[in-house]
């Protein structure tokens, strides 16, 4: 089992900036490959960014891609993504979720445990 918190969410102007965390707690965290997805109102799931359990590798998805940045220190247990240029359409509840390797995880279906998510409300 992994337990997952996020943090960091808010509400920000346009233009602003969040660095969202989520601390890993249960299992070895280091083994374990680490995504960031959002569910903004009305709409799926969708992926957004994931790191490998050695930090090595990201993966970004294109839409986002000069905005988001993904980042792990497994010495804490923590999973970041820092998010600049705000916009209103970034409005949805972010969670981090782990996959243990071999997964893709680049696909929700990739990823076994979930945070509860944070809330991130970006006004214009």
């Known amino acids: 089992q992994v337990q997952l918190v996020e943090s960091g969410g808010g509400l920000v102007q346009a233009g602003g900036s969040l660095r969202l965390s989520c601390t890993a707690s249960g299992r070895t965290f280091s083994r374990e490959h680490m995504g960031w997805f959002r569910q903004g109102p009305g709409k799926e799931r969708e992926f957004l960014s994931a790191i490998t359990w050695s930090g090595i590798y990201t993966y970004l998805e294109d839409s986002i891609r000069g905005r988001f940045a993904i980042s792990r220190d497994n010495t804490k247990n923590t999973v970041y993504l820092k998010i600049d240029s705000l916009k209103p359409d970034d409005t949805a509840v972010y969670y981090c979720?782990?996959?243990?390797?071999?997964?893709?995880?680049?696909?929700?279906?990739?990823?076994?445990?979930w945070g509860q998510g944070t809330q991130v409300t970006v006004s214009s």
């Open positions: 979720a782990a996959a243990p390797p071999n997964s893709p995880i680049e696909q929700l279906s990739g990823y076994i445990y």
